[in-house]
């Protein structure tokens, strides 16, 4: 598939040819379609699937089109595009900026954090399409610098990092100020029932599109697998980080609680480590991210989602610190590190409350991931471990109730 057969304009093939795209990514394929023809969408893809042309190829072309013949160079708002965060708003509009660069649209971008006046300046001048934080925009709406007279596109963007940051009023709030008379699309990595239920009352009649997550080259990440009793994971992490000494970690949390809780815990060993997740402001979860890129801090504690449209990428090691329930996150996780033709390696700690998943993560990657017994925390006092071991690495199991140091690994903490 080209994207010529996909009908588009020449303006938007010159640009993507610019961009130096060559052929339309699945979710483009199956997308673009359906938007240029006024329909509704609900697709499940993640950041990094090409989503983001998806949305913005069509509507670029929808206003362009209709825009055919009318001389006044006015710009009107015609498409409104809400993402969770600054970055995410300022990729998109950079996106936007590239696709449309061969015709007459205008696009800005509207984010808190920094002075309004710019982005005023920017709003009065015109524009046709908008890329948006929810609480920015609703600011900037109550002072009556936006109108949604001419709206004819609405983008809901991660939509299930909207709702885990506490955004759901903010979007109804918005969403109320539209004309019923719309075309509106929600893009969301996973579809739990609260957003089944919120794309109900948003979309009209839709279409669905679903796309699973690509899976990384398994080749360039090694991943092994470490069997821990749930109260010895932190022991086991802090003697992976003093073991390892990497210079870049993010260690996945299922829960926000427990991204904290970790933190906590490893600064109480004098371990340096910052934690992201939905609970934390922008502003918090942009300085965490800072320092852990300039380097500052080595490791970062992150919630799937918090994690999620970051660029941390080249990443030397990735930690489940627990499991994931779905397989496609384990994927999406490991694929942080082993970029760019570096090696990385993804350890995993697995429980035996833990052995459902990782069969299911197990059966998608077509692999067993490799028990590495070289560890004092090892865990050998349950049964589900005779399903993992074969008996080669029995054998040569540790006694786990020392470590290497000699110290009782059990009684080291008590929690
Ligand atoms: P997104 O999922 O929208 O954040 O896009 C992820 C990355 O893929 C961005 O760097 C895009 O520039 C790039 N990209 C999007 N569509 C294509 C395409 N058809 N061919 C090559 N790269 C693409």
Redesign the pocket.
């Known amino acids: 598939m080209t994207?010529k057969e996909l009908h588009l304009i020449p303006h938007i093939l010159k640009a993507?040819d610019a961009?130096?795209?060559?052929?339309?990514?699945p979710?483009?394929e199956q997308s673009i379609p359906i938007v240029l023809r006024g329909k509704d969408l609900l697709a499940c893809?993640?950041?990094?699937?090409?989503?983001?042309?998806?949305f913005s190829i069509p509507i670029i072309q929808n206003i362009f089109l209709n825009s055919m013949g009318d001389d006044s160079n006015e710009h009107k708002l015609k498409a409104l595009i809400l993402t969770p965060t600054r970055e995410l708003a300022i990729?998109?509009d950079e996106?936007i900026t590239n696709y449309s660069k061969f015709t007459n649209i205008e696009n800005t971008v509207v984010f808190g954090g920094v002075k309004q006046g710019k982005q005023v300046k920017a709003l009065r001048r015109g524009v046709d399409i908008l890329v948006a934080t929810p609480g920015r925009l609703l600011d900037l709406m109550r002072q009556g610098h936006i109108s949604f007279r001419d709206l004819e596109y609405f983008v809901l963007d991660e939509a299930d990092q909207m709702l885990d940051m506490g955004f759901i009023h903010d979007i109804r709030s918005i969403i109320g100020e539209l004309p019923k008379e719309r075309q509106s699309l929600f893009f969301s990595a996973t579809m739990p029932d609260s957003i089944v239920s919120l794309s109900r009352t948003i979309l009209g009649n839709f279409q669905t599109v679903t796309i699973k997550p690509e899976q990384p080259t398994a080749e360039r990440v090694e991943q092994k697998l470490y069997l821990v009793n749930r109260r010895n994971k932190i022991n086991l992490l802090v003697y992976i980080l003093e073991t390892f000494e990497p210079k870049s970690v993010l260690v996945f949390s299922r829960t926000k609680h427990g991204a904290d809780k970790i933190v906590k815990m490893l600064r109480e060993d004098k371990i340096s480590a910052e934690a992201i997740h939905g609970d934390k402001n922008q502003k918090k979860r942009q300085k965490a991210l800072d320092i852990f890129k300039s380097g500052k801090i080595q490791i970062l504690v992150a919630t799937d989602i918090a994690a999620r449209?970051i660029d941390v990428s080249n990443l030397e090691l990735v930690v489940n610190y627990d499991l994931p329930d779905e397989a496609e996150t384990y994927v999406h996780r490991i694929g942080r590190t082993g970029r760019a033709n570096a090696s990385g390696l993804a350890i995993s700690f697995c429980t035996s409350e833990d052995v459902d998943n990782l069969r299911s993560i197990e059966t998608l990657i077509k692999q067993k991931i490799k028990v590495d017994n070289d560890q004092p925390y090892i865990d050998d006092g349950s049964d589900y471990l005779e399903l993992h071991v074969s008996s080669e690495q029995r054998d040569r199991r540790p006694r786990s109730s020392r470590n290497r140091n000699g110290r009782n690994n059990n009684n080291r903490r008590r929690r």
Do not use: V
């Open positions: 994207f993507l961009q130096g795209y060559e052929q339309p990514t979710i483009q893809a993640q950041t990094g699937t090409g989503k983001t042309a998806a990729q998109i996106s449209g």
